[in-house]
């Protein structure tokens, strides 16, 4: 009997506010979430000639912001390329990386940091000129094609060539800036990396966009998402929840524009936990009780994010594919903030 009171009470002490971690601790303390994000990304990442930036991943950071700091633009934005972003987390130089980085076992078990979920699902693609009449990559035998090194992509492309039997040449750049370069001057045949890339360097380097044509086969799963340090139980979930609260608030109606009136009037029981009017799901966070009302007031919910950014009314007219809602036919599902 009396271990059974004991084993309660030890239950019992880990229920109740949580302890903040030392990163929140310090992003608390200097006032600023430091970010890492891609250089230039359109769509995902990219900054204006006034320096502000914007993106599906950059939304992601301030919403992270929004949530600790009370104010998403209290954010210092530190671009990387594929070859810096790992150990710039590992570092301390950056508190999340948020940059189209695709979550593996090898990351994930290996380089000291967690994903903390899903933000957009992709797959490598490629891309080639029109011009050439390539409608599958299966015509790419022996074709030299330009991949960034320090990347999924490089081996992806090796293994599918291998699998298929094309020989293809990999041509190797160190940034995604030399590799756009050396596609779009003609020193390659094909382009390959994640669909979502595809279409926004396309977009933003291409002098005529209609004169390449992205290729209908994908090659690979490549789920993006944002990731911390290991080692920091407290702000990994935090960041965990915030995304897990911009999906849920999509598929309960919460937007943008109405989460001050659904805050006030919402009768729904789970409108009410995740803006705060009924639970304090914050204490449990190490936050307070609007954590999530501030993520959603600051950039919508995932779905305006995503419509936002990528979707079919943006400059990449991405569809949502496996990026709508579980119930809408797509992946994106969160558990429930309860």
Known sequence: MIKHVVAAALALSFIGAAHAGKTLDAINQRGQLVCGVNPSLPGFAAADSQGNWSGLDVDICKAIAATILKDPSKIKWVPLNASQRFAALQSGEIDVLSRNTTWTLTRDASLGLMFT?????????????????ITSAKQLKGATVCVQSGTTTEKNLNDYSKANNLSMKPVVFETQEATNKAYFAGRCQAYTTDASGLASIRNKEAGNPDDHVILPELISKEPLGPSVRR????????????????????????????????????????????????????????????????????????????????????????????????????????????
């Open 117 to 133: 979920g899903t933000t957009y699902y992709d797959g490598q693609g490629f891309m080639v000129p029109k011009k050439t009449k």
């Open 231 to 338: 080692g920091d139980d407290e702000f990994f979930t935090d960041v965990k929840w915030i995304v897990f609260a911009l999906i849920e608030a999509e598929e309960y109606g919460i937007t943008q524009a109405n989460v001050d009136q659904m805050k006030a009037d919402s009768k729904d029981p789970v409108v009410q936990r995740i803006l705060g009017t009924s639970e304090d799901t914050g204490k449990l966070l190490g936050l307070d009780k609007d954590w999530a009302y501030r993520a959603i007031k600051a950039v919508g919910n995932y779905g305006e994010i995503f419509e936002r950014n990528v979707g079919p009314k943006s400059a990449l007219k991405l569809p949502r594919g496996a990026n709508n809602l579980w119930n809408h036919g797509g992946f994106m599902y969160a558990p429930p903030v309860r």
